[in-house]
Nanobody, 123 residues
Framework: QVQLVESGGGLVQAGGSLRLSCVASGTIFSINAMAWYRQAPGKQRELVAHITSRATTNYADSVKGRFTISRDNAKDTVYLQMNSLKPEDTAVYYC?????????????????WGQGTQVTVSS
């Protein structure tokens, strides 16, 4: 299986910046897409940003121009640089990745989630 561990969350004032990181570990053969989602209290989890193995990116309209997703394939790591943060960005941010893992003599697909990291933006 694949474990995802997020870091970099915290408390920041409106207008500030944070950089989230998510490291994947396990018997990884390859990682396809990686993404960041967020869930605010009382709301559904939503896609924030997505990046393919070829670094094609996609963003939620609410974060375009402020957030940047990137990945380091050598480190099995995805980042989310968040600038010009707003109180409405407050949420638990989750990392997601899918790809292929070794399973004995074979390979199988995976789709894993991290435990989440809290981001709080004060006004």
């Amino acid at each position: 299986q694949v474990q995802l561990v997020e870091s970099g969350g915290g408390l920041v004032q409106a207008g500030g910046s944070l950089r989230l990181s998510c490291v994947a570990s396990g018997t990884i053969f390859s990682i396809n897409a990686m993404a960041w989602y967020r869930q605010a209290p009382g709301k559904q989890r939503e896609l924030v940003a997505h990046i393919t193995s070829r670094a094609t990116t996609n963003y939620a309209d609410s974060v375009k121009g402020r957030f940047t997703i990137s990945r380091d394939n050598a480190k099995d790591t995805v980042y989310l640089q968040m600038n010009s943060l707003k109180p409405e960005d407050t949420a638990v941010y989750y990392c997601n990745a899918d790809g292929v893992v070794y399973s004995g003599s074979y390979t199988t697909t995976f789709d894993s989630w991290g435990q989440g990291t809290q981001v709080t933006v004060s006004s």
